[in-house]
RNA sequence: GGGCGAUUGGCUCAGGGGUAGAGCACAUCCUUCACACGGAUGGGGUCGCUGGUUCAAAUCCAGCAUCGCCCACCA
């Protein structure tokens, strides 16, 4: 093995020994574990959600292909409609050329090119990070066959009444020319004004010629077919039912009364225009108002309104305040914070306004889509999120989903103009079936891209013309995605398969924490706050990036990441260059047990020495947490453990002590510590494998074969051995063995303190005593060769009487006393200072203990255990408390 | 307005009714033949505030504060 480990060169071998060697594809085994990956748009690169979200997938499909189970990865990309459409639509403008001078074919195609290069780029990013998905078959939701699905699952709802067309009032983008749904659209307060307008009455009412109602949208009275008050406003109750002759235009509109209307905001009289905001247009069809437009599709005032016509929004709005200031009916102005909707692709203000759409009737589709949430048959993670989407299934609203755009899925509706006729088609027809005309159009719009993206889980196999690729396939294992499409994507998945495959999409959706940057805010292009995912793997490697995110998979909602992009663009993340040297601890360690491999042969892992039954009991206790801890999703702790089981258990221990017995141990004796390393080793890679495939898969290939299966590894990838079985490695499990480790451990450790102290040279061999008890005495010289090695360590004297010799610095601790001797060099007074303040620390501890031991309420109702633990404490401190007292009075 | 989450050492985060944890950073020592992306030893926190429940609260509950996210709404 090389001395050193280089990501750089050795990560894209791999991938491409993986792929070669059909390690991606779908595995055969016991059980099913199938993903869908969550499509990312091909506008653009991976980001750190992407990382995030891939990581987590590739982590648990490594996972479950090593256990046995029958993995399937399914890879694909979104076309992304309003957001590509966007990004090709400025790409030609760059070229100065416009879309509406090519036209849509040839604007559709300039998309699939787009799509193409970016879906290709991001397909390979995804690969670079080592996820095992399968590449070969990528799908796409605009490919034909996708296309196929999408169009039955129009018409289908189209045949069955769950698709309709109707005038709604839509968040229209006039600068996109489309309408945004209500999840795509921003709110974003800004300064703004409410104009108090008078509006003059048609008649006086008790000597009142004139009512004022105040607005942010002065440009909308044009449209104004009405005035309302609230119902519990008895001051104006008696203005209900006369009329107001409207400005400008001088229509007649009535006064009326609506829940709608707060009595208290404004002046109480709210002008109504039903085709230019959502409450209005409410309010207009509970009270037979017309709804008058008075804006074309990019915003500018129709004819018919003389001087206005033509203005687009912003100078109408400044015309028509003119226009009442000087008639003398603009009373005034008052400035206020107002949230204005905005495009979330092109952050123009959206206009509610009145047009034609097509919905999806979600009545019949969301009593199932609860109730498999409410019953458990989908399962959240973490749990809370079931109530974010019960919450939104109970207030859903009828899905508008048509866009008025050319990137995407075209509705299949056509019209005969001759005869009328209307239908969705699975075929394209130019031939009117009912009168045989050929005025036949074909829908302008194309459907939301949610639309196309629900069907996701089984779209992308095989239905509806190959139903049996599904099987055992769907629904699908897990869906890991991000909280903020749990409404927009999850749930209109659960709706669309309950509908269409009669069962879940998915068992389980795994939700994990938003990443922010470092400040705390969301990473976004615009304050550059961002970091890139692949240049993290260019600095710290696939695998560290990937530990490192693990690491962050916990319950929270949202993790700041610690990465920061300096101005020369180099990128620094203390977590993730952390995570890089556990990468190379992991290389090192293993690189010195194959160094240390003549004359190994495999054979089964034996605890021939209390440090071999220590190691193996940590080792069985590992092979059991990681594997719960995946299969509970808690991949956070799964990583974390395996660091701390593998850096410290592993490495800072039992490597060490396994050197006297490696480099000079008899010939059977050093076989055995090699059969231990290698089964040690083998399982560890195995259990690191799913979040740091590439590290142990270059590690495995230069082993040879442990005791774990006696496999050689000729030909054979890491990434398809067997996960450790947690029920065979737990005959190793020895609480007792753990316990007497610890005891000569400690001794080590306290005579490294005393080394540390003193600056004694590493080197130096010391002679040290221990004063404890018949038992921990046998304990610890069953592990004397250990102690010695070690902690560097001359004559070792154990036992119940020893005494303290000449010029020895003593430490207490749990009931043992040790004494280092250091010849002479006895600092008296900092050794008083340090134990005095242990023995302050100590009474202080007893105090507490003896108080709650004092407690009646605390020995009447506390657990036996707890009572037992605590007196034990007491009695522990106690002696600790003697011994501390003890040695400073002897020191003088 | 409704909901959710966070608040633990300088930083990023675990933990979670009964002796406060990690990594990074910091201090001291060590280039000993796996590893200086290393080893050893240390220093550093009354777990946001106020109440409550409990024998016992950093941990459970309520309120408050601050930060963040989601949803809804604003003439």
């Known amino acids: 093995m090389p001395k050193t480990y280089d ?216 449209g104004d077919t009405g005035v309302a008050v609230s119902p519990e406003d008895p001051e104006k109750a008696k203005l209900v039912g006369h009329t107001v002759m409207l400005p400008i235009v001088n229509r007649e509109i009535p006064i ?108 019949k589709l969301k009593g199932p889509a609860t109730k498999v949430v409410e019953d458990g048959e989908v399962t959240f993670y973490p749990e809370r999120w079931k109530q974010t989407y019960l919450t939104w299934m109970e207030n859903l609203k009828d899905w508008c989903i048509s866009r008025q755009l050319w990137w995407g899925h075209r509705i299949p509706v056509y019209y005969c103009d001759d005869c009328g006729w209307e239908d969705a088609l699975m075929e394209d027809v130019d031939t009117c079936p009912s009168c045989g005309g050929h005025h036949v159009r074909q829908d302008e719009d194309v459907l939301d891209t949610w639309f196309s993206s629900q069907l996701w889980t089984f779209a992308t196999q095989g239905w509806p013309e190959r139903p049996e690729e599904m099987e055992g396939h769907h629904p699908t294992t897990v869906l890991v995605t991000a909280r903020d499409i749990i409404a927009l994507w999850v749930a209109r998945m659960i709706m669309s398969s309950l509908y269409f495959t009669h069962e879940v999409p998915f068992h389980d959706v795994f939700i994990y924490a938003t990443i922010l940057a470092k400040d705390g805010s969301r990473m976004s292009k615009s304050k550059g706050n961002g970091v890139d995912p692949m240049q993290l793997i260019d600095t710290y490697g696939a695998d560290a990036m990937r530990f490192n995110l693990l690491t962050l998979v916990t319950n929270n909602q949202d993790v700041r990441f610690d990465a920061v992009t300096a101005k020369d663009g180099t990128i620094t993340s203390a977590r993730t260059d952390a995570s890089r040297a556990f990468v190379t601890k992991i290389w090192n360690a293993s690189r010195f047990v194959l160094m240390n491999m003549e004359g190994y042969t495999p054979g089964p892992a034996e605890a021939a020495t209390p440090e071999d039954a220590w190691m193996l009991s940590r080792l069985a206790k590992m092979v059991g947490r990681a594997t719960s801890d995946i299969e509970a999703y808690d991949l956070g702790d799964y990583a974390r453990s395996l660091q701390t089981f593998f850096w410290n258990d592993l490495c800072d221990w039992y490597i060490e002590l396994c050197k006297g017995r490696l480099l000079h141990g008899a010939a059977e004796e050093r076989l055995q510590v090699q059969r231990n390393l290698a089964f040690v080793l083998d399982s560890s890679l195995r259990l690191l494998h799913p979040v740091m495939p590439f590290v142990t898969e270059a590690i495995w290939d230069a082993m040879p074969a442990s005791g774990l299966d006696g496999e050689p590894h000729d030909g054979r990838f890491l990434m398809q051995a067997a996960w450790p079985d947690p029920a065979s490695v737990s005959p190793f499990e020895n609480d007792g063995a753990e316990h007497d480790f610890e005891i000569a451990r400690r001794v080590v450790e306290l005579v490294r303190s005393a080394r540390a102290r003193y600056r004694l040279s590493p080197k130096e061999e010391l002679d040290v005593c221990v004063k404890v008890s018949a038992d921990d005495a046998a304990v610890i010289e069953s592990q004397a060769s250990f102690v010695r090695g070690v902690g560097r360590v001359g004559s070792l004297e154990v036992g119940q009487d020893v005494a303290k010799p000449e010029g020895s610095v003593s430490f207490v601790d749990a009931g043992m006393e040790l004494y280092v001797v250091l010849g002479g060099l006895v600092d008296l007074a900092g050794e008083r200072a340090r134990l005095e303040k242990e023995l302050a620390a100590s009474r202080k501890d007893l105090a507490g203990v003896e108080r709650t031991l004092a407690n009646p309420g605390f020995v009447a109702k506390a657990a036996p255990q707890v009572i037992e633990a605590k007196k034990a404490r007491q009695a522990d401190l106690a002696t600790t408390i003697a011994q501390l007292e003890a040695q400073i009075s002897d020191l003088g």
């Open 256 to 363: 009326f009364s609506d829940w709608h209307v707060d009595k208290d905001f404004g002046t109480g009289f709210v002008k109504v225009t039903p085709a230019h905001d959502p409450n209005d247009f409410a309010m207009g069809a509970a009270h037979d108002l017309p709804q008058i437009n008075v804006f074309d599709e990019h915003a500018v005032v129709v004819p018919g309104y003389g001087e206005f016509s033509g203005m687009d929004r912003d100078q109408a709005r400044e015309a028509i305040v003119d226009w009442f200031d000087e008639h003398g009916l603009l009373d005034h102005i008052e400035d206020i914070e107002h949230s204005v909707m905005h495009c979330y692709r092109c952050d123009s203000a959206l206009e509610p306004w009145l047009s034609e759409q097509w919905f999806v009737a979600v009545d």
């Open 7 to 222: 990501p750089a060169s050795t990560e894209p071998r791999l991938i491409q020994d993986w792929i070669e060697g059909g390690c991606y594809q779908r595995s055969k085994g016991v059980g099913d574990c199938t993903v869908v990956i969550p499509p990312p748009n091909v506008t653009g690169m991976l980001h750190m959600g992407h990382a995030m979200d891939d990581t987590i997938q590739d982590t648990l499909v490594r996972f479950n292909r090593m256990r046995g189970v029958s993995t399937r990865w399914i890879l694909g990309t979104d076309h992304a409609g309003i957001a590509t459409q966007t990004k090709v639509d400025k790409h030609l403008k760059e070229q100065g050329i416009s879309r509406l001078e090519i036209g849509r074919e040839r604007f559709v195609d300039a998309c699939q090119d787009w799509r193409r290069e970016y879906g290709g780029i991001i397909v390979e990013q995804i690969k670079r990070m080592g996820c095992s998905i399968d590449f070969a078959d990528e799908k796409f939701t605009m490919s034909p066959e996708y296309a196929r699905a999408v169009r039955k699952v129009f018409c289908d709802w189209y045949h069955a009444g769950l698709i309709y067309r109707g005038k709604r009032i839509v968040n229209w983008c006039p600068s996109c020319t489309t309408a945004i749904s209500d999840d795509e659209a921003e709110y974003r307060d800004e300064p703004s004004h409410l104009w108090h307008l008078r509006y003059p009455l048609a008649e006086p009412v008790d000597g009142i010629d004139y009512i004022t109602v105040a607005t942010t949208r002065p440009e909308t009275m044009l």
